[in-house]
């Protein structure tokens, strides 16, 4: 199992102010964890943070060297972020080992046009971007990915449709990946739509004059 190294330094857990005070030093609070193993409140460089969690990078295997001491094999198991600036505010990493699986949500990439838009007038829909699965570290996946160009029309595409080799599903087995639609379905689905849509009233148009509003009219321009 083949990991990297990301330097760590142990930090005691507690008064906001000290974990303000990482932040301002380019620093994240994280906590390692894991089976057999005391949680450690340690922190680590927002800017290697970064490097790690790069797109296609979220599953990196690291080596936590925790004060200089390497040997704690992890994993990022969750983040979180300042919802303003997207900044990671705090880490979890998860304590691993070759053999022992790891639940881990994988982005779906969908590649291709499927015959059933191309040719067949359907209409495609992808429901769901990511899956959950079981793993052993070493053989987690960047993406699931699946080329979908020989898909007619009418194809509801569900999680448990996958091959995931030596992977184990853990989404529901009938989580909906994507749709095709049949041309007369997408139609009823526009119809649908258009009638649940609310309706405007016109303005109302102003009341006829009655007749003998009419002669009050005509009289006073008469008398002008």
């Known amino acids: 199992m083949e990991l990297t190294t990301l330097k760590a330094t142990s930090r005691v857990s507690g ?8 932040r301002k030093a380019g620093q994240v609070p994280a906590i390692y964890y894991g089976k057999g193993l005391e949680s450690v409140s340690i922190s680590v460089s927002a800017i290697e943070l970064r490097k790690i969690l790069a797109p296609g990078k ?8 925790i004060d200089g001491k390497a040997g704690n094999p992890a994993l990022v198991y969750s983040f979180q972020k300042d919802c ?22 994988i ?5 291709g ?42 194809t509801t595409f569900y999680a448990k449709d996958f091959k995931l080799g030596e992977a184990t599903l853990v989404s529901p087995a009938r989580t909906v990946i994507f749709t095709i639609s049949t041309k007369s379905k997408a139609l009823k689905q526009d ?34």
């Open 113 to 154: 046009i499927p015959v059933g838009v191309k040719n067949q007038g359907g209409i495609f829909s992808q429901e769901n971007r990511y899956i959950k699965l079981s793993v052993v570290p070493g053989k987690i996946a960047a993406n699931l990915s699946l080329d979908v160009s020989e898909f007619n029309a009418g």
């Open 58 to 65: 979220r599953y990196t295997l690291l080596d936590l060297e």
């Open 107 to 111: 982005p779906v990439v969908l590649s």
């Open 15 to 22: 008064a906001s102010r000290n974990v303000a005070r990482l």
């Open 191 to 224: 119809a649908a739509a258009a009638a649940a849509a609310p309706v405007v009233a016109a303005p109302a148009a102003a009341p006829a004059a009655t007749p003998a509003e009419k002669g009050d009219k005509s009289e006073k321009a008469n008398k002008k």
């Open 84 to 105: 303003i600036t997207q900044a990671i505010t705090h880490i979890d990493f998860l304590k691993i080992d070759e053999t022992t699986p790891v639940a881990v949500r």
